[in-house]
């Protein structure tokens, strides 16, 4: 038999190393839930079940939800929950109602919380979920936290259709479709990549499963559960931006064109207009990658001060010192619609 191939996901690989970067210490997993596997309505000889359900009762239990596999719902009535996992530091779980034609939905965000652990230097308020509570408010509503786990229900730039999202789901096998450990077994393994553990509550019958990284299998239920995958990302491209996400304009200074790179360890930095501070740069934008036939440094990279109109997240500045940033902050742009050069002291009027 031939070796199975190993996969790593460089861009997924980066995220996890950032948030590893930021946290600066390991933390032991949850206890496993010991009653997972033998539930019902699950398929046997899988090991998902503990761990999910020590994650997910939780969950449930601070959005005020009661575990869906301990939940009968009347003849009629149909639940859904489909959670969510990949890199990063917040999950997702999308949950679906169907009773009397009316089908409602709704998202909860929730994420880990870790102890401040002072033996590896991380100081009170400088965890990932104080990092969460910084960032999220906006996109979510009041954050419930627990002892190991946090949780809100997200909130919507615009509502989703969610009889239309579930009926595409259905056509897609979400009622039918197996465990992944039933299909024949792939010969690569994945170190990362995103997952899902779908539960079903139809009356009093219950079922669930699992699926990894669905869109690098070749089976027929593995690519219908990467096309509900292409559904679930489609529904989170509509929530809310947090509040912390805004616009800025001011003086840019940096590298531009198709080798600039805007890492942690970036020399960019941007001064808002009016402001006092000068902040660190992160992010990828396409329209300094754009930018040619400009001076280039000796490496290759051509630098350029530019007036920039974009928009990005500040940091808080206890996660630059975190990363080691040569600046007090650090201004993560998602996009950049304005950048041209710029030679006078300060920004044009507006």
Do not use: K
Not at 3 to 26: E, H, I, K, N, Y
Not at 151 to 171: E, G, H, I, M, S
Request: glycine letters at 10%.
């Amino acid at each position: 038999m031939r070796a199975p191939t190993v996969l790593a996901c460089g861009a997924l690989l980066a995220g996890a190393a950032s948030t590893a970067r930021a946290q600066g210490c390991s933390y032991p997993a949850p206890p496993e839930d010991a009653r997972g596997a033998a539930r019902a309505g699950l398929p046997a000889d899988v090991s998902w079940p503990p761990w999910f359900y020590a994650r997910a009762d939780r969950v449930a239990r601070l959005a005020r939800l009661t575990p869906l596999d301990r939940r009968v719902l009347p003849d009629g009535v149909r639940e859904v929950r489909i959670w969510l996992v990949g890199p990063g530091i917040t999950s997702h779980m999308i949950r679906f109602t169907e009773q009397g034609g009316r089908t409602r939905g709704e998202v909860v965000i929730h994420w880990e919380v870790t102890p401040v652990d002072s033996a590896c230097g991380e100081p009170a308020g400088e965890s990932m979920h104080d990092l969460m509570l910084y960032t999220l408010p906006g996109q979510c509503g009041p954050i419930a936290s627990g002892v190991d786990v946090a949780a809100c229900r997200a909130r919507f730039a615009r509502a989703p259709d969610w009889r239309a999202t579930l009926q595409a789901l259905a056509a897609d096998g979400l009622w039918e479709l197996p465990d992944q450990s039933t299909l024949p077994p792939r010969n690569f393994v994945v170190f990362d990549g995103w997952g899902m553990v779908v539960e079903l509550r139809d009356g009093a019958r219950y079922r669930a499963y699992e699926f990894n990284n669905p869109g690098m299998g070749q089976s027929l239920p593995e690519q219908r559960a990467a096309r509900m995958g292409e559904r679930f990302r489609a529904l989170l491209a509509l929530l809310r931006e947090p509040d912390v996400v805004r616009d800025y304009r001011g003086i840019y200074t940096g590298p531009v064109g198709p080798r600039a790179r805007l890492d942690l360890d970036s020399t960019a930095s941007f001064r808002a207009c009016g402001g006092a501070e000068t902040w660190g740069v992160s992010g990828w934008v396409p329209s300094l990658t754009a930018l040619h036939d400009v001076p280039v440094t000796d490496s290759g990279v051509p630098v350029r001060r530019l007036y920039v109109e974009g928009r990005g997240e500040l940091t808080p500045a206890w996660l630059a010192r975190r990363w080691e940033s040569r600046f007090a902050r650090v201004l993560q742009l998602r996009e950049m619609r304005v950048a041209r050069p710029w030679t006078a002291a300060g920004c044009p009027p507006r």
